[in-house]
């Protein structure tokens, strides 16, 4: 039985404040909750159907049975999952060192969870372990980006941090820091490193002027016709899928 303590609890994990407090966030579905327990995440409780306990009893974690009317009590989707965790954030810090050799992903003040979740999910499509964000970046544990990740946070770790001070120490160590401008270089005809950080701006206002100075590098995605009209820019989640595949369709060669 879902005791009225564990609902509050997750229905407080809705905001970030309460998150970063306990350390904590919720992810909801099979699939999801499947991928999290192959990569070893760490589940402190499962709440799932009666048909899903015999399939989720483990010594790793709590596993608590929940009628229909508790999952929807509890769920955040428009139709509740049959299953949901509760899981410990990820704790992992950033060596500046370690870049040297990867491909790395920043994000400058992304903001809409979807855009967040698929980049996570690109990320970890193309084997890049860590993604940097600003500050202001939307949280990634929020409900709505784990669910857009379906899984893939647990293989990308994910780091906030002062992006333009970051950079900066990046560029004294002569690593390369790639940027999405509309008045960039052609990316199908510049030359790609196999490693480097690759930024990516906000949705509405791009790459911020103070990350903007500490781009060594500046792209384009070019558009199929130079005359095209109506079209400002691609979603920044399709830009990162369309950037990421040229870098490593590059490093096949």
């Given at each position: 039985m879902l005791s009225k303590n564990k609902i509050k609890l997750i229905n407080s994990l809705s905001l970030k404040k309460n998150r970063d407090e306990e350390e904590l966030f919720v992810a909801e579905g099979e699939k999801i909750i499947k991928e999290l327990i192959d990569a070893h995440f760490d589940i402190t409780t499962?709440?799932?159907?009666?048909?899903?306990?015999?399939?989720?009893?483990?010594?790793?974690?709590?596993?608590?049975v929940a009628t229909d009317v508790e999952m929807k009590k509890i769920s955040s989707l428009k139709t509740p999952s049959q299953i949901m965790a509760i899981c410990r954030k990820k704790n992992s810090l950033l060596n500046v060192d370690n870049l040297g050799n990867e491909l790395t992903i920043a994000l400058d003040d992304i903001q809409d969870p979807g855009n967040m979740g698929t980049i996570i999910r690109l990320a970890s499509w193309f084997g890049i372990k860590e993604i940097i964000c600003s500050s202001h970046t939307v949280d990634c544990y929020n409900p709505k980006v784990i669910q857009a990740t379906m899984g893939s946070?647990?293989?990308?770790?994910i780091h906030y941090t002062d992006l333009p001070d970051l950079l900066s120490k990046i560029n004294k160590k002569g690593l390369p820091v790639y940027g999405t401008f509309l008045d960039g270089e052609n990316i199908y005809e510049t030359e790609l490193t196999k490693n480097g950080i690759i930024v990516f701006g906000n949705e509405g206002n791009g790459i911020s002027k103070e990350v903007e100075k500490q781009t060594s590098h500046k792209l384009l995605i070019p558009?199929?016709?130079?005359?095209?009209?109506?079209?400002?820019?691609?979603?920044?989640?399709?830009?990162?899928?369309?950037?990421c595949a040229e870098f490593r369709r590059r490093s096949m060669k």
């Amino acid at each position: 039985m879902l005791s009225k303590n564990k609902i509050k609890l997750i229905n407080s994990l809705s905001l970030k404040k309460n998150r970063d407090e306990e350390e904590l966030f919720v992810a909801e579905g099979e699939k999801i909750i499947k991928e999290l327990i192959d990569a070893h995440f760490d589940i402190t409780t499962i709440i799932c159907s009666d048909k899903f306990s015999e399939r989720y009893i483990s010594s790793d974690y709590e596993t608590i049975v929940a009628t229909d009317v508790e999952m929807k009590k509890i769920s955040s989707l428009k139709t509740p999952s049959q299953i949901m965790a509760i899981c410990r954030k990820k704790n992992s810090l950033l060596n500046v060192d370690n870049l040297g050799n990867e491909l790395t992903i920043a994000l400058d003040d992304i903001q809409d969870p979807g855009n967040m979740g698929t980049i996570i999910r690109l990320a970890s499509w193309f084997g890049i372990k860590e993604i940097i964000c600003s500050s202001h970046t939307v949280d990634c544990y929020n409900p709505k980006v784990i669910q857009a990740t379906m899984g893939s946070i647990a293989h990308v770790n994910i780091h906030y941090t002062d992006l333009p001070d970051l950079l900066s120490k990046i560029n004294k160590k002569g690593l390369p820091v790639y940027g999405t401008f509309l008045d960039g270089e052609n990316i199908y005809e510049t030359e790609l490193t196999k490693n480097g950080i690759i930024v990516f701006g906000n949705e509405g206002n791009g790459i911020s002027k103070e990350v903007e100075k500490q781009t060594s590098h500046k792209l384009l995605i070019p558009p199929y016709k130079q005359d095209i009209q109506n079209v400002e820019s691609l979603n920044v989640s399709i830009a990162t899928s369309i950037v990421c595949a040229e870098f490593r369709r590059r490093s096949m060669k």
